[in-house]
T-cell receptor, first 113, second 112 residues
Framework: KAGVTQTPRYLIKTRGQQVTLSCSPI?????VSWYQQTPGQGLQFLFE???????NKGNFPGRFSGRQFSNSRSEMNVSTLELGDSALYLC????????????FGQGTRLTVV | TQLLEQSPQFLSIQEGENLTVYCNSS?????LQWYRQEPGEGPVLLVT?????EVKKLKRLTFQFGDARKDSSLHITAAQPGDTGLYLC????????????FGQGTTLQVKP
């Protein structure tokens, strides 16, 4: 059974640009959550999607957005990139999201220069 | 604010020693997870505890959930170099589906 797949693994962008990251959950998993991990703040919840609907949202500015498709694959978008957006972005999938037994992908390392 | 305080942040020990990592909160969680993360990789789930007072064992690792479901501990017996990594606790509230609150993590180094 394939795990959670995130693409790309590494990304370098310039300040002001926008970026889209992709997450393919484990087959049968309908919940996808996104997290940002930085050395200073640790792992912080961005948002969760379930059946194409955003069900929960963390305390991030509106520059951070996401969506989920009918096959449960999810994308997150960050517009007008700032240096502080440099981080490891992780997605996690679970069957329903309720028990929160999340399986994480390997992450996308975003560097903003 | 729903915070999870994890301690210690850093731990460097010799092979064969025992250690305990603590995870504390003022908030009640419906479940609490422990993860281990290697550099540049995503966290890997070690265990989930859901019942107050619950104790789970995974080889040399023992996990305990506090009676009030506000705190948890991870105890490693006879640590080995292969245990080196970042250990994260994460709590879930029943009202926040899909959302995990993470502790800051404990970086463990086990020297041979």
């Amino acid at each position: 059974k394939a795990g959670v797949t995130q693409t790309p693994r590494y990304l370098i962008k310039t300040r002001g640009q926008q970026v889209t990251l992709s997450c393919s959950p484990i087959s049968g998993h309908r919940s996808v959550s996104w997290y940002q991990q930085t050395p200073g703040q640790g792992l912080q919840f961005l948002f969760e999607y379930f059946s194409e609907t955003q069900r929960n949202k963390g305390n991030f500015p509106g520059r951070f957005s996401g969506r989920q498709f009918s096959n449960s694959r999810s994308e997150m978008n960050v517009s007008t990139l700032e240096l502080g957006d440099s981080a490891l972005y992780l997605c996690a999938s679970s069957v329903t999201g309720r028990v929160a037994e999340a399986f994480f992908g390997q992450g996308t390392r975003l560097t903003v220069v | 604010t729903q915070l999870l305080e994890q301690s210690p942040q850093f731990l460097s020990i010799q092979e064969g020693e025992n250690l305990t990592v603590y995870c504390n909160s003022s908030s009640v969680f419906s479940s609490l997870q422990w993860y281990r993360q290697e550099p540049g990789e995503g966290p890997v789930l070690l265990v989930t505890v859901v019942t107050g007072g619950e104790v789970k064992k995974l080889k040399r690792l023992t996990f305990q959930f506090g009676d009030a479901r506000k705190d948890s501990s991870l105890h490693i017996t006879a640590a080995q170099p292969g245990d080196t990594g970042l250990y994260l606790c994460a709590g879930a509230h029943s009202s926040n589906t899909g959302k995990l609150i993470f502790g800051q993590g404990t970086t463990l180094q086990v020297k041979p």
